[in-house]
Each structure stands twice: as structure tokens, then as C-alpha cells.
């Protein structure tokens, strides 16, 4: 299933939301799909009848995959602020990876520079630098990977930085060392120490962490992409009605949506509430599932309503391949 974007892609310290949402979509989310269409296809493999190249090929195939996503998750999970604010480019590793980093390498500053030398040398190329904890060599290393299917066996990552084009060249064409030095300011160092605790068996885990700030909390109030897709096959009453929910400000970040969706303002929600009809499921989702959907659906839920907000919005419907229609806004709301 695909996962919700955590950072939110306009306010990062120079690096662009075109560049960001690209990346997600096509990316991540084609690694995705391509995983999951592999997966499918093996499930139905007759595999004594299968000659050795097919199995080869798809195996190899599903290996890429699954690296390019999981690292993915990791690099997206890695970047942004805290809650509603942007990054700072201050932030500092949490005291508990600090030591590590620094009974590992020296000092914090010494990780730095040869994590980030280390992605700047994959520059011209593709590749990950990856910063992984190793059981088996009881710390945590910097690990270089020519591809997704490169790893130091049975390690962890922790975070991973994506030095593949397609990861900076929106932004900075061929200067891949700017790009390395601009993403190490947009660090979500909460999360990254998450994963390590996560890593060497210390933590629990951090669920509210890895949601998207303000999506609803329980479980029962939040759809995911796929469900949604399942969900919209059905006929009659059991078929979800679609909010789009978007504040006036952005407005201009969005160009499609989802067909037989209506938009609305969020602010004049006692408006337009009152036609929704009850006993319908009521799908609510904003550009990345943050805080526009999760707001409403407390609210419709408060008033009865059968509400759900979908994880990762729009972006995550574009990056599962879901279809969309050009924006209608015929129905969106004047506020004053
Ligand atoms: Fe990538």
C-alpha cells in the first residue's frame, strides 16, 4: 500500500513541490505499482512449468522494486518539519542518535561530511547514500548502493538519500552536490531517531510520527488510496460520496480531481454540510491528506456522519494510478 507523504512539498527550504510531488507520483509510486504488478504476476506463475530466464527476470524485477520503494519511504519519511511548520535547517539528530553517530564516526559533524561526500560521489550517476544500522556490526554505517537492490546484508536503514536524476533535476539540472547540501536542511531528525530506536529494538512504535500532521488519529476515520479504488467499484448507496476540500490559498496548486467529486471550502463547511445525505459513506480529501481533510472529517463525524479522510489526499490517489477529471470549482463556496 502506498505510503502518505509526511513533509508537506510547498514549504520546503529549497527544494520545489513540482520536484517533490514528481518524484512521489511517478517515482515512488510507479515503483509501487510496478511491485505490486510483479507480485501479481508471480502469485500466478506455474513455477515447474516456468523456464529459468522468466523467473529470473521477474525475481530480479521484484527485488528493484521492492528496494526502490522501501528506500523511498524511507528517503520521504526522512524530510520535512515539525507538525505545521516548515523545516528550519537547524534541526540536530535527537540526543540517543547523537552518541550513536559519535561512538560511530567520531562526531555528528564527522558523519556529515562523509555521508554527504559520499552522496556527492555518487553524483553523475544514480545510486543511494544510506545511513543503516548493523546488528551484525553492532553500529551504524554509511553504506553506498549503486541501486535500489544494493544492501549491506540483514542492516537497517535509517535514512537514505536518493542520488538518482530524477531526485534533483527539476531543481538544480546537473549540480547534484547543491542538491545534496539543501536536502541535509530539510532533515526531519524526530523521525529519522525514531527509525534508529525502531532499528537496535528500543522503540515503540510511533504511529502518530509517520501520519500525516492533522489526519484523523483513528484508524476508522482514515481511507487509503486502495480502499478508496475498492471502494468506488461499488454501486448504490454503498458507493462513497467525494469531498474535495481545499482552502481558498490553494487553489491555484491544483488542476484535477477526482470524477464525481464535489469541492467546497472548508471555512464555510455549516453551509454546505446540511446536503450531504446521512446513512452514505463520505469520502473527504485534500491535496496530501494534512489537516484540511483531517479537520472536516472530525467535524462531519461529530455530526453524525459517516466520514473518512483519505491518507495522502489527491497525491497519493495520482501515485496508485488513480484516474482524475480537470478541476471543476463550480460548486466551491465564496468565502468571505
Ligand atoms: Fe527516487
Same mark, same amino acid.
Do not use: L
Given at each position: 500500500m502506498i505510503r502518505p507523504l509526511l513533509l508537506k512539498p510547498q514549504w520546503m527550504n529549497g527544494l520545489s513541490e513540482r520536484l517533490l510531488v514528481s518524484h512521489y507520483e511517478n517515482n515512488y509510486g510507479g515503483a509501487l505499482r510496478r511491485l505490486n504488478a510483479i507480485r501479481a504476476r508471480l502469485a500466478a506463475l506455474d513455477w515447474a512449468r516456468t523456464p529459468a530466464f522468466e523467473i529470473n527476470g521477474l525475481k530480479r524485477e521484484e527485488l528493484i522494486a521492492a528496494g526502490s520503494v522501501i528506500l523511498h519511504e524511507v528517503y520521504f519519511d526522512s524530510l520535512g518539519g515539525h507538525g505545521d511548520s516548515p523545516p528550519t535547517g537547524l534541526a540536530e539528530p535527537p540526543a540517543a542518535l547523537a552518541q550513536a553517530l559519535e561512538r560511530d564516526f567520531g562526531s555528528v559533524m564527522a558523519w556529515r561530511a562523509e555521508f554527504t561526500s559520499m552522496a556527492k560521489a555518487l553524483a553523475g550517476g544514480s545510486g543511494w547514500a544510506i545511513l543503516a544500522w548493523s546488528e551484525r556490526l553492532g553500529r551504524l554505517v554509511n553504506q553506498w548502493a549503486a541501486d535500489h537492490a544494493h544492501a549491506l546484508s540483514g542492516a537497517t536503514p535509517i535514512l537514505a538519500l536518493d542520488m538518482y536524476e530524477h531526485a534533483y533535476h527539476l531543481d538544480f539540472g546537473a549540480k547534484a552536490s547543491a542538491y545534496v547540501d539543501q536536502l541535509m536542511t530539510n532533515l526531519n531528525w524526530d523521525r529519522i531517531g525514531a527509525r534508529y530506536r525502531l532499528a537496535i529494538g528500543e522503540g515503540a512504535r510511533e504511529d502518530e510520527l509517520f501520519l500525516?500532521? %492533522?489526519?484523523?488519529?483513528?484508524?476508522?476515520?482514515r481511507i487509503s488510496a486502495e480502499e478508496l479504488k475498492a471502494a468506488l467499484e461499488n454501486d448504490g448507496d454503498r458507493r462513497p460520496i467525494l469531498l474535495d476540500l481545499c482552502l481558498p490559498r490553494d487553489l491555484p496548486r491544483r488542476i484535477d480531481m477526482l470524477a464525481g467529486a464535489s469541492m467546497h471550502a472548508p471555512a464555510v463547511l455549516p453551509r454546505w454540510v446540511e446536503d450531504l445525505p446521512r446513512g452514505r459513506p463520505i469520502v473527504v480529501y485534500c491535496?496530501? %491528506?494534512?489537516q484540511v481533510s483531517g479537520t472536516a472529517v472530525k467535524e462531519l463525524r461529530q455530526r453524525g456522519y459517516n466520514a473518512r479522510a483519505l491518507v495522502g489526499g489527491i497525491t497519493a490517489w495520482h501515485a496508485i494510478g488513480g484516474t482524475t477529471v480537470p478541476l471543476d470549482a463550480s460548486t466551491y463556496e465564496e468565502v468571505a
Open positions: 500525516p500532521y %492533522g489526519a484523523p488519529t483513528q484508524e476508522e476515520a491535496i496530501c %491528506g494534512f
